[in-house]
């Protein structure tokens, strides 16, 4: 999947076409939400009218998030501003490399790298 880390979006997208492709289930908002393109015109996909609530897994880390269902066109999920904020990733822009170094607390990421150390910690005790 492809994914567009993006500190101008104001929420986290994923791509219609790809959530019917992929036969994704999907949940009816409460109240539909209108979003603009970055250009500032409307979305081509009109109201954002569903949701999905997914995993995502990227290099051992997990996270179980929602993203607002819209056309997003080449990509597949666009991350947001907030998310950045939150979990502060290593970004190498020369390599293109992303490296989830500072998880917050909610993210499995912490609890992998903490059973790590536990699985090391009782092979060293034996």
């Known amino acids: 999947m492809k994914a567009l880390l993006d500190s101008g979006a104001t929420g986290m997208f994923t791509d ?12 009816k908002l409460n109240r539909p939400v209108r979003i603009r393109n970055v250009n500032g015109t409307g979305n081509s996909g009109g109201l954002v009218m569903y949701e999905i609530e997914v995993n995502m897994y990227y290099q051992g880390y997990v996270e179980r998030m929602r993203l607002d269902v819209c056309n997003l066109g080449r990509m597949e999920v666009i991350l947001d501003m907030p ?44």
């Open 16 to 27: 219609k076409k790809f959530i019917e492709k992929n036969g994704f289930k999907l949940e």
């Open 83 to 126: 998310w950045l904020v939150a979990h502060n990733p290593e970004i190498d822009w020369e390599k293109g490399e992303v490296k989830m170094m500072r998880c917050p607390p909610v993210c499995g990421k912490n609890e992998k790298i903490k059973k790590s150390k536990e699985r090391k910690e009782a092979t060293r005790k034996r």
